[in-house]
């Protein structure tokens, strides 16, 4: 064993090992939370996008593909626009099965439109029913020739046959692919009666062709160009087939189609007719490779800015999600996964930069597993400072690896919407219960009641409320919670008073903070056994003969069998994590003596008083925690004081965040937040 180090020599060992090593934050109840120190750090955010990206390598990751619904339910229109700088190809694409997109045609047009198959009229540039006959820019009815058994050559030369002498006569030529066949239709007639005259002045022109009026269908999309109040194609292939669209390559290699909100995607867009009842118009859904959907999803469930191992870490995350919840809306609408909160947020390709590509590409293929199952990887923004099991949040206990964990590296405070005060009046209280349904309550809310929190967790499982009549409604199971008070709250992860409530905050540490005591002689037995001091490392403590890990509250063995890169003044040194301990300012003082302990920043607790209209009074504070009480601007109303913002089952997004800038790699973070689980290869595992 090496000598160890005089008393001064620890001391400004030690100062430096305050200032410069993260934190291996371990809780009571936790197995174990390592902070790892690593090489990777957050650098500045690329400013080149993905339209600048050669994103080709997306595509050919697998063979995998995603149906992502973008215009659908109540958002459904009769049109739907679509831009791309080079063109398009018009083609079949099968929604379920194999997904396989055929081409049927081409298109030059830069800005297009897919429709309903009706009577159409523009409005504020797009276009609806038409509300009359005569308010008609494009005709639903129209001629349709007979061609059984024509190719795309062969419609390309009746079309260039034809082209002159019909479009003398007013008549417009739609190379149309209609019940699995070529065919050709022309011009777009307001009415039954209109096509049928055009019929009898035009027999002389189709000679021997079989020609028949055909109306609108339930069935088919038309292809227009809206600016000319054109068809360009028309499709109809029942409820069998849909028309798919992909854009031609630009300069960049790039098959990139823009919407009405500038959001930029890339696959094929689907566009099919949907009806129930209820609404009806044109449906349109995103088939894509699962690699470029993970890119298009990382840059709105996180940021293209954020460190590179947190969009690694949301990577793996977001493709475990949508492995396991493939078909999620496939029975209601044909698709996997739409494209809000309810799945995933999803906006394409706009957002993605050489971060997110690398994070993409560099976890590909890349899931959490446990045993013989893909984990339901679910996430929220924030959790404030501990995640709720899926059982306590929605009765779910079919996921062992979704449990309660402490995350005490979060910092919430400095979050937006990591923490937050609200109060509300009885009676508006109880109006908003009545809206959720709970319609026993008749009258101003007189008491709410905390009766369980959630296993291992701050988050509330079972709250009670009582009006002034005595009638009392409980709500179980923490996200019902949420979602019963969420004008008011951001989680279940609060507490609540009528006038006033205590509660807690974590301490944000200065990092300009050093202790100016010396501290106490450390108990030779006591460094003997937890090891000596490698010499020449100013960077970290990693004299690993010990095998111990120190915490806040004690010395504790640590077994596991992960590793992890130590940063050492000699480089990037590979241990395993039952041969290295880490000290931070957090836990200093377990080490060093009472002199460490951490106190709040004033300056900082003064910013928070400026960012609530609650009025707040500080009460007491001791080792890493500050007791408050919050009073209400009205004593009369209830206050809610709350951490985290979402769900809180599973990974923290803003947790994970806060875990890479203190060093862990994504492989850690993930192990931080999901209970046993495994990262394997999705190819290996199928």
């Known amino acids: 064993m090496k000598k160890p180090r005089t008393r001064e020599e620890r001391k400004k060992l030690m100062v430096r090992i305050i200032a410069l090593i993260m934190a291996i934050l371990m809780v009571t109840g936790m197995a174990y939370y390592t902070i790892y120190v690593l090489t990777s750090s957050v650098g500045a955010a690329e400013t080149v996008t993905a339209e600048a990206l050669d994103t080709s390598s997306l595509k050919n990751s697998g063979d995998?593909?995603?149906?992502?619904?973008?215009?659908?339910?109540?958002?459904?229109?009769?049109?739907?626009?679509?831009?791309?700088?080079?063109?398009?190809?018009?083609?079949?694409?099968?929604?379920?099965e194999d997904r396989d997109f055929k081409e049927l045609w081409g298109l030059s047009e830069q800005y297009i439109a897919c429709t309903v198959d009706d009577n159409l009229e523009e409005s504020s540039g797009n276009y609806v029913l038409a509300s009359k006959k005569k308010n008609t820019d494009i005709g639903g009815w129209h001629l349709q020739v007979d061609c059984s058994g024509y190719d795309r050559e062969e419609l390309e030369e009746l079309i260039d046959d034809s082209e002159d002498e019909l479009e003398d006569l007013g008549l417009c030529l739609i190379p149309s692919y209609i019940d699995f066949e070529y065919t050709l239709r022309v011009g777009a007639f307001a009415s039954e009666d209109d096509a049928e005259e055009m019929l009898e002045d035009t027999e002389d022109v189709f000679r021997r062709m079989d020609v028949e009026v055909v109306g609108p269908s339930k069935t088919a999309v038309s292809v227009i160009d809206p600016d000319r109040a054109e068809i360009l194609f028309e499709f109809d292939c029942g409820a069998e087939l849909e028309l798919g669209l992909t854009a031609h390559e630009d300069r960049n290699g790039n098959t990139y189609m823009s919407t009405p909100a500038g959001n930029i995607y890339d696959g094929v867009f689907c566009f099919k007719r949907y009806d129930n009842g209820d609404v009806e118009g044109v449906q349109l859904v995103n088939i894509l490779p699962l690699e470029s959907y993970i890119a298009g999803v990382l840059p709105y469930e996180t940021s293209a800015s954020w460190p590179l191992e947190t969009l690694k870490a949301f990577a793996i995350t977001v493709r475990s999600y949508t492995l396991s919840h493939l078909n999620k809306h496939m029975d209601r609408y044909g698709f996997d996964l739409c494209n809000t909160v309810d799945c995933q947020v999803y906006k394409g390709m706009k957002e993605v930069n050489q971060r997110v590509l690398n994070a993409v590409l560099g976890t590909a293929g890349k899931i959490l597993v446990y045993g013989d199952e893909i984990v339901n990887a679910y996430y929220s923004s924030s959790v404030g400072g501990v995640t709720v099991s899926a059982e306590d949040a929605w009765g779910d206990n079919k996921h062992p690896y979704l449990k309660a964990v402490e995350t005490p590296w979060e910092r919430y405070m400095t979050h937006n919407n990591g923490f937050w005060t609200y109060e509300v009046s009885p009676s508006a209280l109880c109006d908003r219960l009545n809206q959720k349904g709970y319609i026993s309550l008749e009258d101003a809310i007189e008491d709410v009641e905390i009766l369980e929190l959630a296993e291992n967790s701050t988050y509330v499982k079972k709250l009670r409320f009582t009006d002034i009549h005595g009638n009392t409604v409980t709500v179980e199971n923490t996200d019902n919670v949420r979602i019963a008070l969420t004008p008011y709250v951001k989680s279940a992860n609060f507490v609540v008073g009528l006038g006033s409530v205590e509660y807690t905050?974590?301490?944000?540490?200065?990092?300009?903070?050093?202790?100016?005591?010396?501290?106490?002689?450390?108990?030779?037995?006591?460094?003997?056994?937890?090891?000596?001091?490698?010499?020449?490392?100013?960077?970290?403590?990693?004299?690993?003969?010990?095998?111990?890990?120190?915490?806040?509250?004690?010395?504790?063995?640590?077994?596991?069998?992960?590793?992890?890169?130590?940063?050492?003044?000699?480089?990037?040194?590979?241990?395993?994590?039952?041969?290295?301990?880490?000290?931070?300012?957090?836990?200093?003082?377990?080490?060093l003596g009472d002199e460490y302990k951490i106190y709040a920043d004033p300056v900082e607790e003064e910013k928070k008083e400026e960012r609530t209209n609650t009025k707040v009074v500080e009460e007491k504070s001791d080792d890493d925690t500050v007791y408050k009480i919050a009073y209400a601007e009205?004593?009369?109303?209830?206050?809610?004081?709350?951490?985290g913002w979402g769900h809180g089952v599973g990974i923290s997004q803003y947790g994970a965040r806060d875990l890479a800038d203190l060093g862990y790699s994504a492989e850690e973070i993930l192990y931080s937040y999901f209970t046993d689980v495994e990262i394997l290869d999705y190819e290996d595992f199928q």
């Not at 229109?77 to 679509?82: A, D, P």
Request: charged share 25%.
């Open 64 to 96: 995998v593909l995603i149906s992502v619904g973008l215009n659908y339910g109540s958002s459904l229109t009769k049109s739907f626009g679509v831009w791309s700088d080079e063109g398009y190809t018009v083609g079949t694409q099968q929604l379920t």
């Open 505 to 591: 905050e974590n301490v944000i540490i200065d990092d300009d903070y050093a202790p100016e005591d010396e501290p106490e002689e450390i108990p030779e037995e006591e460094a003997e056994s937890i090891g000596g001091y490698s010499d020449g490392i100013e960077s970290g403590y990693t004299d690993v003969d010990g095998c111990y890990v120190i915490t806040a509250d004690d010395i504790d063995r640590h077994h596991t069998s992960l590793w992890t890169n130590i940063v050492t003044g000699d480089g990037s040194v590979l241990y395993d994590k039952i041969d290295f301990f880490v000290m931070s300012k957090q836990n200093a003082y377990a080490f």
């Open 634 to 643: 009205d004593e009369d109303n209830f206050i809610f004081v709350g951490k």
